[in-house]
């Protein structure tokens, strides 16, 4: 199927089998100017030049890329390198902002449109965080969620924290946040689990190939605007917090968590009940088993998904090509959009990227709305790649007139 976007190189790795790019970020500064983030990291980034941060993937440090572009994204300028990683840009109250972590969660401010960003401040220093992805806007603040790491626990062991904060504060200042209690799923499965969970058990289930345990992460803020939908709240107070389902192997199912802000202020992460009084977790979703992005379009009243589609998740994991990375349903390398109108249905409105191997992933993106067009910024590789995981590209697709491929 020919994709809907077009797809240009932002970035490139000098060295492809050490040094490999992730957390793809993307949002729009002033007066049409595009901001785009990126960390880098592996064993290569002890070689580069600039500030490295304190913690990293494979336990080493990564290092944050932030580019500028004034042509709509033809053409890129790098503004700054800053010492963290995982990081989520956004505008709010005339500045833009890059939140990460370090082990520590971390925020950078620039007053002047990304010309120049400060020196990452503590916003929490207790703790080992990453992030989750979209960011809900309502009222005049800002809601989005943090995965706070359990050290002591096995991957994917993280507890969802839900953050809230004044648009117009300066959001480097600690005292301008609120968090919530940490959720921590795995405590709460067993009270709503409706299939066999998980599909594989945890640990190596073929040579080379492991399973985590069940979990979630890189979690969605959204919320419901339709007040014919099943659970609106029409005091305004209640959040959907849509994660990655990690569940050993199976695929295109998500959690679905509530958030509620109680008057005053406090944050809290609980579960949905359906009608019936049974508790509503998990929901159908099409490459909930990775981690995807949804942005809600106000002019089109649609909630908007890139994801990774999945097309053996079924195959016995001894049987899988050596360039596939991990269990069947962790293919990389097929980018594609959905739309929904109440994040439960979702209907496919087409292919974004799709990668010329199995090891030429395009996947883990960011998105923004950019007028009439739909951007996407994918963590990506080539044939230069390590593998599907540690790619060596960041790429931008531009989905142009998106809304003409809603029915």
């Excluded at 509503?280 to 908007?304: S, T």
Aim: hydrophobic share 35%; glycine share 10%; aromatic share 10%.
């Amino acid at each position: 199927m020919k994709p809907v976007a077009t797809e240009t190189i932002l970035f490139r790795s000098p060295s492809p089998q050490d040094v490999y790019c992730y957390s793809p970020s993307i949002c729009r500064g002033e007066a049409g100017r595009l901001v785009a983030s990126f960390d880098l990291g592996g064993a290569g980034v002890a070689e580069l030049e600039g500030p490295k941060s304190d913690s990293g993937d494979f336990g080493l440090a990564n290092q944050l890329r932030i580019h500028v572009s004034d042509d709509r994204g033809v053409t890129w300028r790098e503004t700054a390198q800053l010492p963290m990683m995982h990081t989520r840009l956004f505008r709010a109250g005339g500045r833009l902002y890059a939140l990460g972590q370090s082990g520590r969660l971390l925020i950078s401010a620039s007053c002047d449109n990304g010309e120049s960003w400060s020196a990452p401040a503590v916003i929490e220093a207790e703790g080992s965080y990453e992030p989750g992805t979209s960011i809900d806007f309502h009222n005049g603040r800002l809601y989005l969620e943090m995965e706070r790491k359990r050290e002591f626990d096995t991957w994917p062991g993280v507890a969802q924290v839900l953050l809230s904060a004044d648009e117009n504060a300066d959001l480097t200042r600690p005292e301008s946040w609120t968090f919530s209690e940490p959720f921590f799923l795995p405590e709460h499965i067993a009270m709503a689990q409706p299939f066999g969970m998980p599909l594989y058990p945890e640990g190596e289930t073929a040579p080379g190939r492991y399973n985590g345990r069940c979990g979630c992460l890189e979690t969605n803020v959204l919320r419901i605007r339709d007040p014919n939908h099943l659970l609106y709240d029409p005091e305004d107070r209640t959040l959907v917090l849509l994660s990655r389902l990690h569940a050993g192997g199976i695929a295109n199912m998500a959690v679905m968590l509530r958030g509620f802000e109680h008057p005053g202020g406090r944050l809290e992460i609980g579960m949905f009940s359906t009608p019936g009084g049974a508790p509503y977790l998990f929901v159908p979703l099409p490459g909930g088993q990775m981690k995807f992005h949804i942005e809600y379009d106000p002019a089109g009243r649609l909630y908007w998904m890139a994801s990774s589609q999945t097309t053996d998740s079924m195959t016995r994991p001894e049987l899988l090509p050596p360039e596939r990375y991990n269990l069947p349903d962790n293919e990389r390398h097929r980018l594609v959009l959905h739309f929904s109108r109440n994040l439960v249905d979702w209907c496919f409105a087409g292919v974004i990227a799709i990668g010329n191997s199995p090891k030429e992933s395009r996947h883990y993106a960011g998105m923004t709305i950019d007028g009439d067009d739909l951007l996407v910024l994918s963590r990506s590789g080539d044939a230069q790649a390590r593998s599907a995981h540690n790619g060596n590209l960041i790429t931008l697709h531009r989905i142009s007139g998106f809304r003409g491929l809603a029915y």
